[in-house]
């Protein structure tokens, strides 16, 4: 059961240019989630989706895009990369009937120099 | 004031010593409290999970809420060098249906160190 999964794992990018996060998961989860994680700052949420069109904004979503297409993918996009941007992200997805449990991926470690 | 505080430790304690992980919060809407656990270079992975106050015990993990007080703690008896990872608290304010279902708001993170 590979769960979720995402890639790259590890990138590094210049300032200005853009990169695409992706995200699949196998569960079929309608919600998707990415977060970023900061050293002592824990997991912020960037954006969110509860099904295949349907996405929204979460507390940090300045500088990133995403869309929804199918029930299993959920890339997150950068565009003009800025340093603020170094990060781990991470996608997670849950069932919509549940406890609210997130499943996460192992994460995508972004440096922007 | 963040919504979440959680002592970012680092934390370190001999094996079979009793831990106690604590977070406070703000926001009185929370309802669902949530410990999960992450391994280094790894995704976090749900713990322990509560609704409401109370306690729950799941093996050597006992997590309890105090609604009240708005605190939340998580023991871990007989503790093990396996045990070693970030401890994070989550709450979110909706259960299945709910505008926040799956929008968790995270402590810091504790960063938990047994040694042999």
């Known amino acids: 059961n590979a769960g979720v999964t995402q890639t790259p794992k590890f990138r590094i990018l210049k300032i200005g240019q853009s990169m695409t996060l992706q995200c699949t998961q196998d569960?079929?989860?309608?919600?998707m989630y990415w977060y970023r994680q900061d050293p002592g700052m824990g997991l912020k949420l960037i954006y969110y989706?509860?099904?295949?069109?349907?996405?929204d904004k979460g507390e940090v979503p300045n500088g990133y895009n995403v869309s929804r297409s199918t029930t299993e993918d959920f890339p997150l996009r950068l565009e003009l990369a800025a340093p603020s941007q170094t990060s781990v992200y991470f996608c997670?997805?849950?069932?919509?009937?549940?406890?609210?449990?997130?499943?996460f991926g192992e994460g995508s470690r972004l440096t922007v120099l | 004031q963040k919504e979440v505080e959680q002592d970012p430790g680092p934390l370190s304690v001999p094996e079979g010593a009793i831990v106690s992980l604590n977070c406070t919060y703000s926001n009185s809407a929370f309802q669902y409290f949530m410990w999960y656990r992450q391994y280094s270079r790894k995704g976090p992975e749900l713990l322990m999970y509560t609704y409401s106050s109370g306690n729950k015990e799941d093996g050597r993990f006992t997590a309890q809420v105090d609604k009240s007080s708005k605190y939340i703690s998580l023991f871990i008896r007989d503790s093990q060098p396996s045990d070693s990872a970030t401890y994070l608290c989550a709450m979110s304010g909706s259960g299945a249906g709910g505008t926040s279902y799956g929008k968790l708001t995270f402590g810091q993170g504790t960063i938990l160190t047994v040694h042999p």
């Open positions: 989706s509860v099904g295949a069109g349907i996405t």
């Open positions: 569960m079929n989860h309608n919600y």
């Open positions: 997670a997805s849950t069932r919509p009937r549940g406890t609210g449990e997130l499943f």
